[in-house]
C-alpha cells in the first residue's frame, strides 16, 4: 500500500484533473475545427466544380425583333471539344407553328448568311447538336442566332442574340483540346479515324444551279448560296415529296431528323446559304422546290 505525506495527497490528485481537463479541451478544439472547416471545404468545392461547368457553356441573351415578345436564351455546350449543343428556349410563339432558326453570319438585328442552320423552333424550344466544336464557333465571329417568324414568312425576324465574344474568351480551351485529343487518339488506336470531308460550293441564280452536276467524295459537303433575287429552296427530288435521297422526305421538315434530310426545308432568302453533307453514294438528283423545272445533280463516290 502507497502512503502519501500529508498535504501531498491532494496535490497530485489536483495535478491530474488538470491534465485530464487540457486533454479534452485539446480534442475538442481539433473536432470543433473539422465540422467548422467541412462546410467550408464543401461550399468552395461546389463553386469551383460550378465555375468549371460554366467554362464548357455560352447562355446567349435572345432579343424580341419586331415586337414578337419572344425573348430568352439559348445555351451552347460543348461536347468533348469536338460538337456543340445548341439549346434554344424563347417565348412562345403561334402554338404548333414550326419557326426556322439559325446561326447567322454578323450580328443582330440585321445579320447576314446563315451559317449553320438549325432545327425549328417549335412552341418556343429547339434543341441542336452541331458537327462544329465551340472553340471553332468562337474563332468564327461575330456570329448571332436569329429565329424567323414562319417558313412562309421567314424575311421577318422574331428574336435574334449575339454570340458573346466575352464568354467564348472564358471557355476552357485547355480541357476542351485535351477531350478531343483523347478522342482521336482512341479513334485511331481503333481504326476508326476518319478524313474530313471538303466543302464544294453550288450557287443558286436566276439561271439555275451553277455548276448544274458536281462530283464530290462521301463525306463531302455542299454549300448552296443563293446569288440571285428570290428564295430558292434546294431539295432531293422527287417535287414535293423529296425522297429520293435515303431517308429524306418533306414530312421531316421542322423535326430532329431535318439535319439528316437532303432538304433545305425553307425558302433560302437573297445571300443566304444551306449546306448539306452527303454520306450516300450515288447520283442524287435535286431541284429547287419553289421552282420545281431548275435542277441539278450531285454524284457522290
Not at 491532494?10 to 486533454?23: E, F, S, T
Not at 412562309?152 to 485529343?181: I, R
Not at 439561271?207 to 455542299?222: H, N
Amino acid at each position: 500500500m502507497i502512503t502519501y505525506k500529508k498535504g501531498v495527497a491532494p496535490i497530485i490528485i489536483l495535478l491530474i484533473a488538470l491534465g485530464l481537463l487540457a486533454g479534452g479541451a485539446t480534442f475538442y478544439v481539433k473536432q470543433r475545427g473539422k465540422s467548422l472547416q467541412a462546410p467550408g471545404q464543401e461550399v468552395a468545392m461546389e463553386k469551383k466544380e460550378d465555375a468549371m461547368m460554366k467554362k464548357n457553356q455560352v447562355v446567349v441573351v435572345m432579343n424580341e425583333q419586331n415586337n414578337s415578345g419572344q425573348t430568352g436564351t439559348a445555351v451552347l455546350t460543348d461536347i468533348d471539344g469536338q460538337k456543340t449543343k445548341v439549346t434554344l428556349v424563347v417565348s412562345t410563339g403561334a402554338v404548333g407553328v414550326a419557326q426556322p432558326a439559325h446561326i447567322h453570319i454578323g450580328s443582330c438585328p440585321t445579320p447576314g448568311a446563315v451559317k449553320y442552320p438549325l432545327n425549328n423552333v417549335v412552341n418556343g424550344r429547339s434543341e441542336t447538336t452541331l458537327d462544329i466544336s465551340l472553340l471553332k464557333l468562337g474563332d468564327e465571329l461575330p456570329s448571332a442566332i436569329n429565329v424567323h417568324k414562319s417558313a412562309s414568312e421567314v424575311s421577318t425576324y422574331v428574336s435574334c442574340g449575339d454570340l458573346p465574344m466575352q464568354q467564348f474568351e472564358a471557355l476552357d480551351a485547355e480541357s476542351m483540346m485535351m477531350k478531343k485529343e483523347g478522342d482521336s487518339m482512341m479513334n485511331k488506336e481503333s481504326g476508326a479515324m476518319m478524313e474530313k470531308g471538303k466543302t464544294h460550293t453550288v450557287e443558286m441564280t436566276a439561271a439555275g444551279f451553277i455548276p448544274s452536276t458536281l462530283m464530290i467524295k462521301k463525306g463531302d459537303a455542299v454549300q448552296f448560296t443563293n446569288r440571285g433575287t428570290k428564295e430558292r429552296w434546294p431539295a432531293t427530288g422527287l417535287h414535293p415529296t423529296h425522297e429520293v435521297y435515303p431517308g429524306s422526305d418533306i414530312d421531316k421538315c421542322g423535326t430532329s431528323e431535318q439535319s439528316k434530310i437532303f432538304d433545305a426545308c425553307m425558302g433560302i432568302a437573297p445571300g443566304a446559304s444551306w449546306s448539306f453533307t452527303f454520306n450516300e453514294v450515288g447520283s442524287w438528283g435535286y431541284h429547287d422546290h419553289l421552282q420545281s423545272l431548275v435542277r441539278g445533280q450531285i454524284v457522290v463516290q
